[in-house]
């Protein structure tokens, strides 16, 4: 179960770091042009906007259909988006809010060298997402399964 868990890691880092890695966006401060700097950040949020939620959606699915965890027990797509989606997207939104104030610092300043594109890739998204999926990974006690099955 433990393989299974870190490999659901590495899978939503990918993903992340693949969003970062094909959707680029220039440096304006080095260009100095305060247009191209606006222009940049509102690019920057909604690219970390797109890095979160495509996280989100690929750990699900990859914890529903090819890891197989016992906690998403989700049948529908419908029980999906009411019960899931639409239940942490204002928890999301609001990572993505401090993940976008803290980085805005290494995406400006640019003297941190200290693996950017780690930080504005998806290890910090995947780590979220690992926190707060944590229970939906463990296996339910054999009382709670013989109650399931006898409903």
């Known amino acids: 179960m433990n393989t299974k868990k870190i490999m659901i890691f590495i899978s939503i880092i990918i993903i992340g770091q693949a969003i970062l890695m094909f959707w680029n966006i220039d440096n ?89 594109s780690l930080f504005l890739g998806g290890f910090l998204p995947a780590s979220f997402y690992m926190f707060l999926s944590k229970y939906k990974f463990e296996e339910k006690e054999s009382s709670e399964k013989r109650l399931n099955r006898k409903i």
């Open 28 to 116: 304006p401060v080095i260009q100095g042009e305060y247009e191209a700097s606006k222009n940049a950040a509102t690019a920057l949020s909604f690219r970390f906007l797109v890095i979160t939620f495509a996280i989100k959606l690929g750990g699900d699915f990859l914890g529903k259909f090819v890891f197989r965890f016992p906690g998403y027990d989700w049948m529908y797509i419908r029980d999906y988006l009411n019960e899931e989606l639409f239940a942490t997207l204002g928890i999301y939104f609001a990572f993505t809010l401090v993940w976008l104030a803290f980085s805005f610092l290494v995406f400006y300043v640019g003297e941190v060298e200290l693996f950017p």
